[in-house]
């Protein structure tokens, strides 16, 4: 068994948070802090089985309910958005950030500034904030771990070739639930169509984000901010078993890839316990029970999401941030059953194209970006105009 590592997960009652707590119970964690924005039932019973030091909750009723939930306990209960800051902060061997948007940000900031290792499943941190990040990683040397399955695959085929020049990276994607389907037929989708992914099940927004492509345009700015390639160099392919989960290519066309059932403990375990493996209870995969891989193009006339992506990173300054921005505000709609699905890109295209932005990247800049496009998208949906 591995040393007791001790973590802190932000966004514990997630898809990735619930998923982490498994890992930590398998091998014996500790854990230094939890924090969620409402689910208050389902983090009282986390935090009685795993008896953090701290509970972090966003939500101001849901911060006054988990405190009378646990007073019985000794653990400390903190609220908003600062307090979040203040608990990633706290001297651990990794903070998890399992949050979704955005607001995953600063609290990577806050992880990174206080010497804390991050394993990194919120993308919208590096898609919104990656200069920042990067810097703050290097400054204050320590590590970043990707979590998403494509990224954590990409980081173990780098592994060993810190010399070796990458000629690209092939970031598989699973093509999502409308595989095929042109713009005609995406017009009549609905919410649950769109949440019923092939592969992966994992919380409602990146699911969505699945649907659109969006998911692989953010992946692919997260893969140009995490290993320090162009835009050009990374290529998307869609592979419809999710069992390649990315691949590099050196200098001298040898490609090296990491192949799994698609099972996010799987990098979600790797994240903690690099640079060494542990067992897991992961499934196993059986090339012989996959039978056949493929490989093919992905659409990106009808899935403008992630056309729109590459403009985005090409751009550079705030607009990635103004692209995801208008995507959160807009998914948030489609999952209100306030827009339908196909008006996700329409707004998101639509806000990259009427906003200026900035070139410069700061936390004002960024946080001015994200709010001049949510507003953009309210207004267009307010108006009906859609
Ligand atoms: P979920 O929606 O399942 O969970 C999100 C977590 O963040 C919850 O704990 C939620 O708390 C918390 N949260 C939501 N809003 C706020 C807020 N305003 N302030 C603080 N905390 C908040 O998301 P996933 O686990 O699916 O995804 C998390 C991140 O990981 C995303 O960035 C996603 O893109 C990425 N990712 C996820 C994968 C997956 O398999 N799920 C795969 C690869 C990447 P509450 O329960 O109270 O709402
Ligand atoms: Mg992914």
């Known amino acids: 068994m591995d040393e007791k590592k001790t973590l802190t997960i932000l966004g514990s009652t997630g898809s990735i ?11 014996g964690y500790k854990i230094k802090a939890l924090t969620a924005n409402s689910s208050a039932a389902l983090i009282e019973r986390q935090a009685r089985e795993f008896r953090p030091e701290t509970v972090c909750m966003t939500d101001a009723a849901a911060y006054n309910d988990v405190r009378t939930r646990l007073a019985d306990t000794g653990i400390k209960v903190v609220c908003g958005k ?7 902060a706290l001297p651990v061997d990794m903070v998890i950030n399992a949050v979704v948007g955005m607001v995953g940000l600063e609290p990577t900031l806050a992880a990174l500034n206080a010497g804390n290792r991050v394993g990194l499943a919120n993308k919208e941190t590096l898609v919104t904030g990656g200069e920042l990040v990067k810097a703050a990683e290097k400054a204050n040397g320590v590590d970043i771990v990707p979590i998403d399955s494509e ?7 780098l ?11 092939i970031l598989t994607a699973s093509g999502g639930p409308f595989f095929g389907y042109n713009k005609e037929r995406l017009r009549t989708v609905t919410l649950e169509q769109a949440l019923h992914h092939p592969n992966w099940s994992m919380g409602r927004k990146i699911t969505t984000d699945s649907a659109t492509l969006m998911n692989k345009g953010l992946e692919l700015i997260e893969a140009v901010r995490l290993f320090d390639v162009t835009p050009e160099q990374v290529e998307v392919v869609v592979h419809r078993q999710s069992i390649l989960h ?9 490609v090296i890839g990491q192949l799994g059932v698609p099972d996010m403990k799987i990098p979600i375990q790797f994240a903690v316990t690099y640079p060494k493996r542990l067992p897991s209870l992961s499934g196993r995969l059986s090339l012989f029970d996959v039978g056949t891989l493929t490989f093919g193009r992905a659409d990106e006339e009808t899935f403008v999401c992630l056309a729109e ?20 505000a807009a998914v948030a709609a489609f999952l209100d059953g306030k827009i339908p699905f196909l008006c996700i890109g329409e707004l998101v295209c639509g806000c990259c194209e009427a906003l200026p932005y900035s070139a410069e990247v700061s936390l004002d800049t ?17 108006k009906g105009s859609l």
């Open 366 to 382: 960024i946080s001015e970006a994200d709010r001049a496009a949510r507003e953009y998208v309210g207004a267009q949906i307010q």
């Open 82 to 88: 600062e307090a979040l800051c203040a608990t990633a």
């Open 151 to 157: 990224h954590s695959a990409i980081f173990q085929s």
């Open 17 to 27: 948070g619930t998923q982490t707590l498994d890992v930590a119970r398998m091998h």
């Open 246 to 254: 990315s691949a590099v290519e050196y200098e001298d066309g040898a």
């Open 309 to 328: 992506a590459r403009r985005a990173i090409a751009k550079g300054g705030t607009a990635p941030t103004i692209l995801n921005g208008a995507n959160e």
């Open 159 to 169: 592994m060993g070739n810190s010399q070796n020049k990458i000629n690209k990276i």
